[in-house]
């Protein structure tokens, strides 16, 4: 089962695709820790991405695809995985759908974990960042054990800059510019649910696992 979840920022992907990868025994991939994981071990294509982002210019996509299909030689996937954050755009999609291809695979489910603008800023109003291992907290849904402390590696938590009321904002402005046309392609091909990510994260994620169930 090949899962892409998609969704604005604060819908809860990464929660929802670690979660989800945990109780369907598959695989949870995310492009930004294929990146650093690329980066922390020195492969060739990290080298190219670190020159990059030294430089404080985003990595393009076609460097990120190339890291996509190499993770996606490893064995672990052979029974599917969970997408989380990939494809943001309609060539993205095109170029998931050619490096599936390749390898005699396609995407079988996409879900969009629908959010309001009003409980995704107070989401990302209350975020904490582990500055170690990038978990992630809420002040009041999900608070860390010892305050300001990841629970995982005790490392120390952080406030992004930009999750404030404005930037958010105007991030979810550009995301549904975005998303259109991808909502639109996955739509036509007849992949694309939609859920109400506003609800509790144990009632999504159940919704989730009962859609993988019944499309498999």
């Given amino acids: 089962m090949y899962i892409v979840l998609l969704g604005p920022p604060g819908a809860g992907k990464g929660t929802q695709s670690k979660n989800l990868a945990v109780k369907l025994g598959l695989p949870h991939i995310s492009t930004g820790d294929i990146l650093r994981q690329n980066v922390k071990d020195g492969t060739e294509l990290g080298k190219q991405a670190k020159g990059i982002m030294d430089k404080g210019l985003l990595v393009p996509d076609e460097l990120v695809a190339k890291m996509l299909d190499e993770r996606f030689n490893n064995p ?93 904002s105007k991030r979810l402005e550009v995301y549904k510019k975005e998303v259109a046309s991808l909502i639109e392609y996955y739509t036509k091909a007849k992949k694309l649910y939609r859920l109400n990510a506003d609800l509790e994260a144990g009632v999504v994620l159940n919704q989730i696992t009962d859609l993988a169930h019944k499309v498999k």
């Fill in 76 to 168: 672990d996937i052979k029974k599917g995985f969970i997408l989380d954050g990939y494809p943001r755009t309609l060539p993205q999609a095109g170029t998931l759908d050619q490096i599936m291809a390749s390898k005699g695979l396609s995407v079988d489910l996409v879900v969009y974990l629908d959010s309001s603008d009003k409980v995704i800023i107070e989401r990302l109003g209350g975020r904490l960042v582990c500055s170690k291992c990038g978990a992630l907290y809420h002040v009041t849904n999900m608070p860390p054990k010892a305050k300001d402390l990841c629970d995982k590696c005790q490392g120390a938590l952080y406030q992004r800059s930009d999750d404030n009321e404005v930037t958010v």
